[in-house]
Structure formats: C-alpha cells, structure tokens
C-alpha cells in the first residue's frame, strides 16, 4: 500500500497502533475500489482534536490550546470529470450522498452528514470566484470514507470532514492553498451547517503537529507550537451524551456566540460613552489595553460596573444600544437563512458569559507558559478552573460530564475539563503516564459500569489516551 511510513511513525506510537492505523487504511482502499471499480486513486486524512484549554473563546477572538490527536477520517478518492461529488463511508449507516458542484449548492436537512462535504466545496468554489474559475471548471470526485473519532463527542468529527473535503476536493483540481489559509477559509465555510462557530477545529486538525499542542489566536489567525512534556499524557473520556453540534445543541451553540456578540455590543457602547471615543470593538476579546487604551484591571472593573448579572431581555438592550429590539434582533441575532433566533425565556446572561470567555482567555495564556516551563500541576489547576468556569458561567456542562470530571480527579487526574463545544461529549483528563492505566481501569468502573450501568467487553471507544499528532495532509 502507498502510505509512507514516516505518517504513521510520526502519528503513532506503537506498532500496535501502527498495525491497526495500516489494516483500516488497507480496508478503506478495499472499500473504495469495490464501490468504484477503479485503479488510480488518492489516500487523504483529517486528525479530530482535543482542546486543552480555552473552551468558546476562538469566535470572541481569543486563544484556544488544543492539540490535533490519533483519531481521523481517512479517505480515498479519485477526480470525475463530470463536476458530480458522490460521497460514501464505511460506516453504511451514513447513507451514499451525491451532488453536483454549482455555485450557490443548496444544502441537505439541517444536520444531515454531506453539508460538511457540502460546506466545504462551496467554500472553495468562492474563494475562487473572481479569481478567474466559474464552478464549471472544477472537477468533482467519488469518495470513501472511513473514521474513527468518536461522533457527537466534542472531538470535533464535523470539522475533521470538513478539513478533509476541502483538501481532496483542491487536490483533484491540482489546486493549492496554504494551509493557514485554509483553515481561516474553511472556518468561514462551516457557517453553512448553520453553526456559528470559530477558527480552532479547522486550524488544529490542518496545522496540528506530532507532540505538540497549538496555540491558536485568531484576527489575524496565528499558530504556535508548544512542545507536550514528556512523562505526561492526555486521556479523553466519553460522557456519551451526543452533543450533536448539527442537532439539539446547534441553538444552544449559536446561542451562547450571540450572548458574546451582544455583551460586546453593549459593553462598545457604554466605553465609548465613557472614553468619549468610537471605539472598534466587535468581539469580547477586542477590549483590551491594545484597543482601549486604559489598563486590563480598568476594564476589567469598568465591564464589572456596566453589566448587572441579572440576565437581559432583547428590549433591555436595544435600550441600551439606542435602537430598536427588532434592529438589535437583525443585527445580533440572525441565523445562516436570515431568520432571527428567538429570544430565550431566561434572557441573555451578558455577564456570566463575558467573565468566562475573558477569564477563559487568561487561562489559555497562563496554560501555554505552564507547558513551557513543564509545570503541569498548574496546568491542571487551570484545567480544573476552566471547567469550573464552563459549568457555572458558561452553562455548557451536563450532570455526566460533571460526575466524571469528578470521579476522574479522584481517580489520579492532575486536572480534568469537559472539551469542545459542551453540551455532553468528552472530557479530557492530565495524567502522569505511569498512571494512565490505573486510571483508565478505575473510571471505566466507577463511571461506564456503575453510574451508566453499562457492562461491556471493550471501552477502549469511550476512554482513551490520546496522541498529539500531525495535522490533514494527502498521503500518497
Ligand atoms: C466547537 C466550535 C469551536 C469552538 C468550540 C468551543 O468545537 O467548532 O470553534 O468554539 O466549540 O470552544
């Protein structure tokens, strides 16, 4: 087979891994050419991720720290000339999905598992528009698909599919773009699902990089490397409650990024009032020293004195916007098909959500120095306030998630969170190595058999440690 080697000694650790990682590939292959009965074909694969901290801050405009892991959809694929997409997977509960490349692709039902490919292709299609290319000179390209991360687990599946549509799709064109700039493009073209989420997924899963973690900021999207200190290992846990992004928890995700937009609204609003000054601020993470010119502990206090913790009625803060509610609706609270997000029956909780994200933002910048300087028991304090501040702030914590960030500190974790975008999935837990099995063993009892009262053979789909490794990339 025509993987190279360097791949899967970069990504894996053990040759059991390695053997594992080849025979799926090897039955992917199988697959694609039993379906399309053809002989000249390309191998691609997109890495899910984990996020070690800085959870809901990459649309605010401020860091995230995840790490790209060794679980990815894999594909196989050949150009067709007749401008058809037709996507298959392994797995035949995705049912075969087929489309033609047009300029403006309608999409499938919300939540439906070819907008990602869909998502994708239109994103291409318009970074090229006036770059000389109608959607008729692109080619389209049969595809299968096989995965392994874990779905509906915050480990980010939909954003891996994405990346990897996007590659396959500018490979069968014999196009390029770098990287970098493909994940700002595709983070843009995954709004087509309907989410409106940030840059992180998109950028971890194409520039991740074998044993580190990144740090990603955003506007303009920059990425650093920092080195994961030996002797330490990262272990994702299943809370299995799907936070299917594409389902239920798509108004819970799109409500929380409208609450950030309309704190910062308001907060631009009573700045500029007192400042006596516009002031360019759209994000949460655009108040700071940079823009405003007075100091972090200022605004810090100033912010504190202008949003009361009760939560806000839509009416309340047109008042305060000094426009009108359907106008603060229009401009704050649109969904991708131009219809407004209904006003929640608790209000908007303004505060509770700006102290998170900017706490959250601090977190990120103290964890990246802790990993430099190999502190790792500080990490895990922030790992553990994080969490703290996603379940009380944030409200994006379930009782499962809880319970087992719960029983996995008390199973030997140093710090231990929920990851991604909440809502139930993973959590992710700081271990030493040496301790990583015992751990395993005791919050698959404590939690899969006695709190889910699940009994089972395997749980290695549900808890696992996790490898840093390199981001999407054609293989051969
Ligand atoms: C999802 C989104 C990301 C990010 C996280 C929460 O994964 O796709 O952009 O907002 O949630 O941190």
């Known amino acids: 087979m025509n993987i190279p080697s360097h791949f899967y000694k970069a990504n894996y650790d053990f040759e059991t891994d390695r053997a594992r990682i080849l025979n799926r590939y090897e039955r992917l292959i199988d697959n694609f050419k039993a379906k399309y009965d053809k002989k000249e074909f390309f191998i691609a694969r997109a890495p899910g991720r984990i996020n070690l901290i800085g959870e809901h801050t990459d649309y605010n405009g401020l860091p995230v720290l995840p790490m790209a892991v060794n679980r990815d959809i894999a594909s196989v694929f050949s150009p067709l000339e007749d401008g058809k997409v037709i996507l298959n997977n392994t797995d035949s509960s995705f049912t075969e999905r087929q489309f033609y490349i047009e300029a403006s692709i309608p999409p ?6 070819g907008n990602y490919c869909k998502a994708a292709v239109q994103g291409v299609i318009d970074h090229y528009k006036g770059k000389g290319k109608t959607c008729r000179d692109f080619k389209g390209l ?14 980010s599946s939909s954003s891996a599919l994405v990346v990897l549509s996007a590659l396959i799709f500018l490979k069968s ?24 989420g940030g840059g992180m997924d998109q950028a971890v899963s194409l520039l991740g990089k074998a044993d580190h973690a990144l740090k990603i900021d955003f506007n303009p ?4 490397p920092v080195k994961l200190p030996p002797g330490y290992k990262m272990v994702a846990a299943n809370s299995l409650v799907q936070a299917a992004k594409s389902e239920g928890a798509l108004d819970q995700y799109n409500r929380r990024a409208i ?4 704190a910062a609204a308001a907060l631009r609003k009573k700045f500029s009032e007192m400042l006596k000054r516009e002031l360019p601020i759209r994000l949460i993470g655009d108040l700071n020293t940079e823009k405003l010119a007075i100091p972090e502990d200022q605004i810090r206090d100033l912010a504190e004195g202008i949003l009361h913790r009760q939560p806000y009625s839509l009416s309340e803060i047109a008042a305060l916007l000094e426009i009108t509610p359907i106008e603060t609706a229009k401009r704050y609270c649109k969904k991708r098909d131009g219809s407004l997000f209904p006003e929640p029956a608790e209000g908007f909780k303004l505060k509770n959500r700006y102290r998170h994200v900017k706490a959250e933002g601090k977190r990120v910048e103290g964890s990246f120095k802790a990993l430099k300087e190999n ?12 969490h703290a501040s996603c379940r009380d702030l944030y409200e994006i914590s379930c009782p499962e998630l809880d319970k087992l960030v719960e029983i996995s500190r008390e199973s030997g974790a140093l710090g231990s969170r929920l990851t991604g975008a909440g809502f139930g999935g993973c959590t992710i837990s700081l271990l030493e190595s040496d301790k990583v099995e015992a751990f395993i063993n005791r919050v698959t009892q404590l939690y899969y058999r006695d709190f889910l009262n699940l009994e089972q053979e395997d749980y290695s789909s549900y808890i696992f440690s996790c490898k840093a490794v390199n981001g999407a990339d054609v293989l051969s």
């Open 142 to 155: 049969q595809i299968m698909l096989d995965g392994d991360i874990p779905l509906a687990a915050g480990l």
């Open 173 to 196: 064109n014999s196009l390029e773009i770098p990287k970098l700039e493909l994940a700002g493009l595709m983070a843009r073209a995954e709004h087509y699902v309907g989410t409106q």
């Open 259 to 262: 609450e950030c937009r309309l």
């Open 221 to 224: 999207l920059q990425v650093t």
């Open 375 to 386: 502190n790792m028991y500080e990490f895990g304090n922030l790992m553990n306030q994080s």
């Open 108 to 113: 499938y039902n919300e939540g439906d598992w």
